[in-house]
């Protein structure tokens, strides 16, 4: 059973910048496809951004130009670094494997962009 657990949330003044971290358990982490999402209170989780095993990026609009995907195989991670945050930003995050079925799901971080 294959364990997510994000971490690197804060709170943030807008314009900030945050990175945060998603450590996957098990042996399958470099075969997947691996995604951040958010949820925003009231609103359904949307995908921000995705990559492949081989390092290829897709973004949503909201976020493109500001957030950067990576991912390290060797260490079972997945990286968000969020730069030029948005109070519109303010979300939990959480990742998870773009695979049917998805993994379930952890606890997400709280990221939290306010003056």
């Known amino acids: 059973q294959v364990q997510l657990v994000e971490s690197g949330g804060g709170l943030v003044q807008p314009g900030g910048s945050l990175r945060l971290s998603c450590a996957a358990s098990?042996?399958?982490?470099?075969?997947?496809?691996w995604a951040w999402y958010h949820q925003a209170p009231g609103k359904e989780r949307e995908l921000v951004a995705s990559?492949?095993?081989?390092?290829?990026?897709n973004y949503s609009d909201s976020v493109k130009g500001r957030f950067t995907i990576s991912r390290d195989n060797a260490k079972n991670t997945v990286y968000l670094q969020m730069n030029s945050l948005k109070p519109e930003d303010t979300a939990v995050y959480y990742c998870?494997?773009?695979?049917?079925?998805?993994?379930?799901w952890g606890q997400g971080t709280q990221v939290t962009v306010s003056s």
């Open positions: 990559i492949t095993f081989g390092g290829v990026t």
């Open positions: 098990g042996s399958s982490f470099s075969r997947n496809k």
């Open positions: 998870n494997a773009v695979r049917f079925p998805q993994y379930r």
